[in-house]
């Protein structure tokens, strides 16, 4: 489950049986088994 934030751009991320995720949108986070999240990169390379 992943829950972002737009007051403060933040990032919650929740995987069963792991400690919760808190960061930042611009941030990458590793999730889902080397899977890399960044939503500014995203949005960027969506253009």
């Given at each position: 489950?992943?829950?972002?934030?737009?007051?403060?751009?933040?990032?919650?991320?929740?995987?069963?049986?792991?400690?919760?995720?808190?960061s930042r949108w611009d941030k990458d986070i590793m999730i889902l088994?080397?899977?890399?999240?960044?939503?500014?990169?995203?949005?960027?390379?969506?253009?």
């Amino acid at each position: 489950m992943i829950w972002y934030t737009t007051n403060d751009e933040g990032v919650l991320i929740a995987e069963p049986e792991k400690d919760w995720i808190l960061s930042r949108w611009d941030k990458d986070i590793m999730i889902l088994d080397q899977t890399i999240l960044n939503l500014v990169k995203l949005i960027q390379n969506n253009k």
